[in-house]
């Protein structure tokens, strides 16, 4: 499902805003999310103070601010070149949950952060270590924002779900998160044309990418924790990869295989102890 949203992503940039597109990606969502938290539980609309704050942190950085990065990003970059970016996700959590004193990283754990962090590198300088920072770009800046913002969703999610549902712990996060989006939609330009296959890009994104994808996500760290979870996100990029050259027509180059194999070498080291 998330494999597919770099592809959907790529289509609606091209013709909205980050936050225009954001907002249409999430209202698409609730309006299924919210029938389905009436049927399975209404006393889910009604919220603790603690969990409006919960909410307000998930929404703020899995929804806001992940949004703003990945749309912007994905107008400037290759949604196989982003994908990649953003499978640096599982290390950043990791290094957060460190931090935080809820993760030990020991000698494997290292060597698979640097091997991640390697793999990535060698994506941004496409190919050429050399070249990392003469070819660091907004893009790249921008899909960097993506992992970034999703590590701290990854890591609030853990408390948040222990008195909530995934159902209402993700569609109260897309509600907090859609108002701090609608306060910026009034500062983008509405498109005079709109092409039936952008509309079925956003339909995408919200049913597939967000209902689906957020609440399957939440279910995860609610039974295997964060960092299990986040690690099956680095199935995401090869999904977009396949889709990217399907759909779009995207060259693949060695170094985004190479790229890619050094960053899932490097979770799956994370991982295995």
């Not at 790529?10 to 909205?16: D, T, Y």
Request: charged letters at 10%; glycine letters at 10%; a positive charge.
């Amino acid at each position: 499902m998330w494999g597919g949203t770099f592809i959907a992503t790529k289509m609606a940039a091209e013709v909205f805003g980050s936050f225009t597109g954001a907002s249409f990606r999430y209202l698409f969502a609730l309006a299924f999310m919210i029938p389905m938290m009436w049927l399975k539980d209404r006393r889910s609309f009604a919220i603790t103070p603690k969990q409006f704050r919960d909410f307000l942190i998930l929404g703020a950085s899995g929804i806001f601010a992940y949004s703003f990065f990945f749309f912007n990003g994905l107008r400037l970059v290759s949604a196989s070149h982003g994908a990649l970016i953003v499978a640096l996700n599982p290390v950043l959590v990791l290094i957060m949950t460190a931090i935080m004193g809820r993760e030990k990283i020991n000698g494997i754990k290292i060597i698979g952060i640097i091997a991640s962090l390697a793999g990535t590198s060698m994506v941004i300088a496409r190919g050429n270590y050399a070249d990392l920072f003469s070819m660091f770009t907004w893009g790249d800046a921008f899909m960097l924002g993506c992992p970034i913002s999703w590590a701290f969703y990854t890591y609030f999610a853990k408390d948040a779900l222990k008195g909530s549902s995934p159902l209402q712990a993700s569609t109260w996060a897309i509600i907090m998160g859609l108002c701090l989006i609608l306060l910026f939609v009034p500062t983008e330009t509405f498109p005079r044309t709109i092409n039936p296959s952008v509309w079925l890009a956003l339909l995408y994104l919200g049913v597939c990418g967000s209902v689906l994808g957020f609440v399957w996500y939440y279910e995860g760290i609610q039974k295997i924790g964060p960092l299990k979870t986040s690690a099956f996100n680095n199935l995401i990029p090869i999904f977009a990869m396949i889709l990217s050259v399907v759909l779009l027509g995207e060259t693949i180059h060695g170094y985004m295989i190479y790229g890619s194999a050094l960053v899932i070498g490097g979770v799956y080291l994370i991982n295995r102890v």
